[in-house]
């Protein structure tokens, strides 16, 4: 394992892009960095620029509106980035699987590395994911 | 060569770095401590700037030489400042004439190449940012200039930092008499905004601006402009503590009042909301100006 990737994993800077969640999943996330759980332990720190994203969390059902920016800001991350779905809607579109505005999810759009599922994710299992993601990290590359 | 070593090792741009770091460090565990939290380890700021270095550059469509050059810009220029305040910190009597003002030439330069950096990027929220960081610099450049006019004047008219170590050695810290104390809190309110904590970090606001000044910034060179930064909070209480409290400058002293320097920045830091840019200028175009100004006077009737 290199210095590179172990600082990547040292320190993993999330962006956080909202594609039509109900915000609950929203809300579970910056739970994550409230006293009571303390990310920032590990590293991982909320940005503002995708400029400055080791991964992007991306909440919500997948619509017609939001998909074409996603990729936009998908492009515009600096490699290496990864890419977390949190909450049911981003994993399987949920209950709008069959909504008029909704047509693809999520992996079949970006390369997704981790899957939190739950509605919303409870912030123990949003940072067990973030652990597994290091591991995943450690070990694939 | 001698020089180049002081440059690049000793009170350079290592030790520089390995300090402004682990201030760094410091600031963030105290705020999360205050904020009830654990905090991140203490290599933690080592580990970011190791990664940003293994990330990928994008360099927008924009004046691509600029935008790659002022960020070594502002690092080189402050870390000459750096150099020039440990060498005079260590061998008072090696300082040149008239240091300070070369000192207060270089200490402006991050925020200027920040300034240019934002303003090539072409982004919208970047150059918002960039003109509040200009705004910002005409705030507090007056009151923190007026109170080193204080201190020059204080110390016998000597614009050469070495003299005013040893005028502080000889006749007592400037901090202990009127003019001096009321300089030093209108230069501390400077070094806070020089060095973006809040309240005034109002270019590189999160919440408004995404990061304002470096909201296009990857890889490399955030890395650089995150390196400023460290060598920013390394060299600002470093000059406060040679102004103002000079008269021991042995480790056993001089390390307790670099953390209490430090320490009482990231208090006012932790316990301030963010202000607006006009509120910045109005505040320190007023109260600080005319805290500095009467501590000038109070300096020239030898108070
Ligand atoms: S997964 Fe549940 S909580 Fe999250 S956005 Fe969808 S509906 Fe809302």
């Known amino acids: 394992m290199s210095i590179k990737t172990k600082a990547l994993t040292k320190s993993i800077w999330v962006f956080h892009i909202s594609c039509g969640s109900c915000n609950n999943c929203d809300i579970e996330i910056l739970d994550c960095f409230t006293p009571r759980h303390d990310i920032e332990r590990f590293g991982v720190q909320l940005i503002g620029s995708v400029r400055h994203a080791d991964a992007l969390l991306i909440t919500g059902a997948m619509n017609r509106k939001s998909v074409p920016r996603m990729k936009k800001i998908y492009e515009q991350a600096p490699k290496p980035c990864v890419v977390v779905a949190v909450g049911q809607c981003a994993l399987s579109q949920h209950m709008f699987r069959y909504s ?42 | 060569m001698k020089i180049l070593l002081n440059f690049l090792v000793f009170p350079g741009l290592l030790t520089a770095v390995c300090v402004g770091l682990l ?21 933690q700021n080592f580990i970011d700037i190791a990664k940003l270095f293994g990330k990928e550059t994008i360099i927008p469509r924009s004046s691509r030489w600029t935008f790659i050059l002022s960020p070594y810009l502002g690092f ?86 070495g003299s005013i170590i040893n005028y502080q050695a000889s006749f007592g810290s400037n901090i202990f008499s009127f003019s001096g104390a009321l300089a030093f809190i209108a230069a501390f ?99 600080v100006t005319i805290m500095a100004v009467i501590s000038v006077i109070l300096a020239a009737v030898g108070l």
């Open chain 2, 189 to 287: 309110f400077a070094m806070q905004a020089k060095l973006g904590f809040a309240p005034f970090d109002i270019s590189e606001a999160e919440q408004e601006i995404m990061g304002g000044t470096l909201i296009e910034y990857s890889g490399p060179l955030l890395a650089v402009f995150k390196l400023t930064k460290a060598v920013l909070l390394y060299t600002m209480p470093l000059l406060l503590i040679c102004l103002f409290m000079g008269k021991d400058l042995g480790w056993m002293l001089l390390i307790p009042k670099y953390i209490g320097i430090v320490l009482l920045a990231v208090l006012i830091k932790n316990t301030n909301p963010r202000i607006r840019i006009d509120q910045a200028l109005r505040f320190f175009w007023g109260p």
């Open chain 2, 23 to 43: 201030a760094g460090w410091f600031d963030r565990k105290i705020s999360a401590r205050l904020q009830w939290r654990v905090g991140p380890p203490w290599y």
């Open chain 1, 100 to 141: 008029y505005n909704v047509r693809e999810p999520l992996d079949e759009i970006l390369p997704v590395d981790l899957y939190i599922p739950g509605c919303p994710p409870k912030p123990e299992a949003i940072i067990a994911g973030i652990t597994k993601l290091v591991k995943k990290i450690n070990k694939g590359k």
């Open chain 2, 76 to 161: 080189l220029s402050l870390v000459l400042a750096a150099t020039v305040l440990g060498k005079v910190m260590l061998w008072p009597s090696e300082s040149f004439y008239a240091d300070i003002i070369v000192i207060l030439y270089l200490l402006t330069m991050p925020a200027v190449s920040m300034m240019i950096g934002a303003s090539s990027s072409r982004n919208p929220l970047a150059s918002v940012g960039a003109s509040r960081e200009m705004k910002l610099i005409l705030g507090y450049e007056l009151p923190f200039i007026l109170s080193l006019i204080a201190v020059i004047i204080r110390c016998q008219d000597s614009i050469q930092l």
